[in-house]
């Protein structure tokens, strides 16, 4: 009986540590890193490092074939793609901040979250990560939705957001 109960201590303990140790510290993720510098000098080159690579596409494909009977695009025409979408998003967003008066040189960082946002077909993490920021009494959001994981970075993967609080 005494036996057992080390046990179960055991385990819970370790449960516990798992489960408070597990959890990713996004404001520390390159990706978070990169976007808000791009935002703060307000230099696409940023955003454009932080979509995901040749390296990370051809990691993709054979997971999204295995999945789905879709025609997939050349590598070179895919990331062609995200860079002008990465750029015309980017533009949009620093538009409509200017436009609530948002001055991106002065922004702070408030915290980051993370929406899961998985999918039945591709067995990777994906989700949106959202900034939450603050400049000239101003708050707002900056949503990098369905950002994946690929090796263990995250990769921006589909529109950025911007959306007042």
Not at 48 to 66: G, H, M, N, R, W
Not at 120 to 126: G, L, P, Y
Request: proline content about 2%; overall charge positive.
């Amino acid at each position: 009986m005494k036996n057992s109960l080390k046990t179960i201590f055991l385990l819970v303990t370790l449960f516990a540590f798992h489960t408070a140790t597990g959890q990713e510290n996004f404001e520390k993720t390159t990706l978070v890193k990169n976007i808000f510098s791009a935002l703060k000098s307000q230099d696409d080159t940023k955003v454009i490092e932080s979509l995901a690579t040749k390296d990370d596409i051809l990691y993709l494909i054979p997971i999204v074939q295995a999945n789905s009977s879709e025609k997939i695009p050349e590598v070179a025409t895919i990331i062609a793609n995200f860079k002008t979408e990465a750029a015309k998003d980017f533009k949009e967003v620093l538009r409509k901040g200017s436009a609530f008066k948002v001055q991106w040189e002065d922004m702070q960082l408030q915290t980051v979250r993370y929406e899961p946002q998985p999918d039945d077909n591709i067995a990777i993490e994906k989700g949106h990560i959202i900034l939450v920021c603050s400049s000239n009494d101003v708050n707002f959001e900056v949503i990098l939705r369905k950002s994946i994981k690929i090796k263990d970075h995250w990769r921006l993967m589909d529109r950025m957001k911007f959306r007042l609080l």
